[in-house]
Structures are given as C-alpha cells and as structure tokens.
Nanobody, 123 residues
Framework: QVQLVESGGGLVQAGGSLRLSCAAS????????MGWFRQTPGKERAFVAA????????YYADSVKGRFTISRDNAKNTVYLQMNSLKPEDTAVYYC????????????????WGQGTQVTVSS
C-alpha cells in the first residue's frame, strides 16, 4: 500500500506561484510514474502532469505547458508541482497519484491517490 499526502496549496493572486508537494509513504514509489490531476466541482478529474519513474520524461496538459513543472526526488519519495503564472482557471483541488511505470495521462492508469489540496487563484 502507498499513502500519498499533498501539501502546498492555498490562495494566490493571478500571476503568482505555488509549489505543491506529494509525500509518499508505506512503500517506495521510486519505480512508479507519478501524476498530478485536478478537479473542480461538477467536472471529472483532469490530467495536469506526469513524470516517469526516473524523472527523465515528463508530460503536461496543454493548458499548463510552459507554466507548470513536475519533478521528483526519489530519495525523499516525494513529487513536486511548481506552478507559475497562475490563472483563475487553475483553481481546483489538486491530486497526486502513483501508478505503474507506464502510467501517463489517464486517471484509470493510477492506483493510489492522495486526498487533494485546494488551490485558489484570485483575479
């Protein structure tokens, strides 16, 4: 079993930055792809970014390319999401997820989920 705990969410003005962290415990996730998803009320969970087990490859939703950066520290069993140039439409609950080595864009590819952290961007 893997437990994931997100942190770093909060309220920020448009144009600002936040850094989300996702700490894994219970089992190492160093061999797993990790992803970030977000969800707003009434909508399905949407892909934001994913990173390969080694950290060598990353994937981004078009809406966040050039603004968000996903990274990981396998020694710390932690994944990060640096969010810059935030927009009001980035407001959502952000979830961290752990999958298999082949997990990419789809939530169904991920086995473990955190409880989420709220990000609110004011205009």
């Amino acid at each position: 079993q893997v437990q994931l705990v997100e942190s770093g969410g909060g309220l920020v003005q448009a144009g600002g930055s936040l850094r989300l962290s996702c700490a894994a415990s219970g089992r190492t996730v160093s061999s797993a792809a990790m992803g970030w998803f977000r969800q707003t009320p009434g909508k399905e969970r949407a892909f934001v970014a994913a990173i390969s087990w080694s950290g060598g490859t990353s994937y981004y939703a078009d809406s966040v390319k050039g603004r968000f950066t996903i990274s990981r520290d396998n020694a710390k069993n932690t994944v990060y999401l640096q969010m810059n140039s935030l927009k009001p439409e980035d407001t959502a609950v952000y979830y961290c997820a752990a999958g298999t080595s082949g997990s990419r864009w789809y939530s169904r590819e991920y086995d473990y989920w955190g409880q989420g952290t709220q990000v609110t961007v004011s205009s």
